[in-house]
């Protein structure tokens, strides 16, 4: 297995920061934690920039397809 070199928080790789108000990121430091377990109760995606995992691909900045086995 090969490890990843995860971008640090000062990169921000962010793709879309038009919605960067709904990302996982800034739901956790607004304490949103009822919105987080609803957006990502089946992750399909992970974000490459902090690993949050969401349920759709809008909901982290940097989004990659979570890897089954």
């Not at 990302?23 to 399909?44: D, T």
Request: aromatic fraction near 8%; include cysteine; glycine fraction near 4%.
């Amino acid at each position: 297995m090969k490890t990843k070199n995860y971008p640090t928080k000062e990169d921000n790789l962010c793709t879309n920061p038009q919605n960067h108000r709904t990302h996982m990121c800034v739901l956790r430091e607004a304490g949103k934690y009822e919105e987080i377990s609803r957006h990502s109760s089946n992750p399909s995606f992970v974000c490459y920039n902090c690993g949050a995992r969401a349920n759709e691909a809008g909901y982290v900045c940097s989004p990659t397809p979570v890897e089954t086995s």
